[in-house]
T-cell receptor
Framework: DGGITQSPKYLFRKEGQNVTLSCEQN?????MYWYRQDPGQGLRLIYY???????QKGDIAEGYSVSREKKESFPLTVTSAQKNPTAFYLC???????????FGPGTRLTVL | GQQVMQIPQYQHVQEGEDFTTYCNSS?????IQWYKQRPGGHPVFLIQ?????EVKKQKRLTFQFGEAKKNSSLHITATQTTDVGTYFC?????????????FGKGTLLTVNP
């Protein structure tokens, strides 16, 4: 089955630690995205990548970093510089043959 | 930059009542998309509207795109408990490609059985 996988579903970290969230897609989509979701805030774009080895900052990139070494993978690192990292993180992808963005199941990060 | 606003933020209805959420863009859109996110789930694409004044139906859901292509609405007739979730509208950034979307903040619908 084609789709997007994110792991883990739930993640707990201590304050001050960096943490990397995984996102893998087998849809052969060129573009991939990371969104952050907080209650009542909708979906806010963190980073996006149109092609391998290229990515751009979204609206709330501070405290986050990404890499795009493979078409299938777009990991997100939440660094200790992110002031309020506890949130629901959604990865998505888009292919030019489609209208919509496809979302993964999300990772709920809690920083203690 | 482009802004997409949705109202209301929350709506609680009794099962069987109708529900409407409205979406307004600060710029003219080439198309508008609607997504649904069930509680604890991820957004799932519902539909895309492209033409000015377009109306599309999916069973009890009616989607409308405004004549000026700056606003849209989603109307649910006779809500059911399965309709519970957050409904988002999204429009493409300048250029018209759906490569980069701006999402509204969503309307959370709860249904009392």
């Amino acid at each position: 089955d084609g789709g997007i996988t994110q792991s883990p579903k739930y993640l707990f970290r201590k304050e001050g630690q960096n943490v990397t969230l995984s996102c893998e897609q087998n849809l052969n989509h060129d573009a991939m995205y990371w969104y952050r979701q907080d209650p009542g805030q909708g979906l806010r774009l963190i980073y996006y990548s149109q092609i391998v080895n290229d990515f751009q900052k979204g609206d709330i990139a501070e405290g986050y970093s990404v890499s795009r070494e493979k078409k299938e993978s777009f990991p997100l690192t939440v660094t200790s510089a992110q002031k309020n990292p506890t949130a629901f993180y959604l990865c998505a992808s888009w292919g030019s043959s489609y209208n919509e963005q496809f979302f993964g199941p999300g990772t709920r990060l809690t920083v203690l | 930059g482009q802004q997409v606003m949705q109202i209301p933020q929350y709506q609680h209805v009794q099962e069987g009542e109708d529900f409407t959420t409205y979406c307004n863009s600060s710029t003219t859109l080439s198309n508008i998309q609607w997504y649904k996110q069930r509680p604890g789930g991820h957004p799932v694409f519902l539909i895309q509207l492209v033409k000015s004044g377009e109306v599309k139906k999916q069973k009890r859901l009616t989607f409308q795109f405004g004549e000026a292509k700056k606003n849209s609405s989603l109307h649910i007739t006779a809500t059911q408990t399965t309709d519970v979730g957050t409904y988002f509208c999204a429009g493409p950034n300048s250029g018209g490609s759906n490569y980069k979307l701006t999402f509204g903040k969503g309307t959370l619908l709860t249904v009392n059985p």
